[in-house]
């Protein structure tokens, strides 16, 4: 069964600062990763995929996977306020969209 | 940009009633599935749904629950004698492929059962 921990409480930061995320997932088997954003009362939405190990830019964001430590990673580059939300990590075995959710990180960017 | 809609966003209903949300998923979508998240909880799997027919679904996913496609475009998820704990945002989602994670998620249907 696949288990999703993201384990750091509310993440604040300077506007124009680097914000980082972790995430660690418990089964070897997880071949796909991914970065949902949550703004409060919405629902999720996709910003960062990740199926290799090492690191996958897009924009600001920065997905880091490493599959020998099982852990999963999201750099938020310059901050902005628009960034505050709660990132949730998600795993996935490959052909298979059945999700497995993290709880989420809180990130609030301070102006 | 298509999107993929639920109804109703609300629903406030009585324990043992049935109750039926709603989705229409964006259009060139061939696979859909229902979410779930429990106030202050993870966003957790129901179920998948693939050439009309369940695909995958959790422990979660009882005799309880159901899921139809009745017209090609709607897709819903019936809960047939609803319990205090399936009080939850229940979240619809497409995807156009099965591999990507990429799923579109509406904007959820809040159900309070009291």
């Known amino acids: 069964q696949k288990e999703v921990e993201q384990n750091s409480g509310p993440l604040s930061v300077p506007e124009g600062a680097i914000a980082s995320l972790n995430c660690t997932y418990s089964?070897?088997?997880?071949?796909?990763f991914f970065w949902y954003r949550q703004y409060s009362g919405k629902s999720p939405e996709l910003i960062m995929s990740?199926?290799?190990?090492g690191d996958k830019e897009d924009g600001r964001f920065t997905a880091q996977l490493n599959k020998a430590s099982q852990y999963v990673s999201l750099l938020i580059r310059d901050s902005q306020p628009s960034d505050s939300a709660t990132y949730l990590c998600a795993a996935s075995y490959y052909g298979n969209n059945r999700l497995a959710f993290g709880k989420g990180n809180q990130v609030v960017v301070i102006p | 940009e298509p999107e993929v809609t639920q109804t109703p966003s609300h629903q406030v209903t009585q324990m043992g009633q049935e109750v039926i949300l709603r989705c229409v998923p964006i259009s060139n979508h061939l696979y859909f599935y229902w979410y779930r998240q429990i106030l202050g909880q993870k966003v957790e799997f129901l179920v998948s749904f693939y050439n009309n027919e369940i695909s995958e679904k959790s422990e979660i996913f009882d005799d309880q629950f159901s899921v139809e496609r009745p017209d090609g475009s709607n897709f819903t998820l019936k809960i047939r004698s609803t319990k205090l704990e399936d009080s939850a945002m229940y979240f619809c989602?497409?995807?156009?492929?099965?591999?990507?994670?990429?799923?579109?998620f509406g904007e959820g249907s809040r159900l309070t059962v009291l």
């Open positions: 089964d070897r088997g997880s071949q796909s």
């Open positions: 989602a497409s995807s156009g492929d099965s591999n990507t994670g990429e799923l579109f």
């Open positions: 990740i199926y290799s190990n």
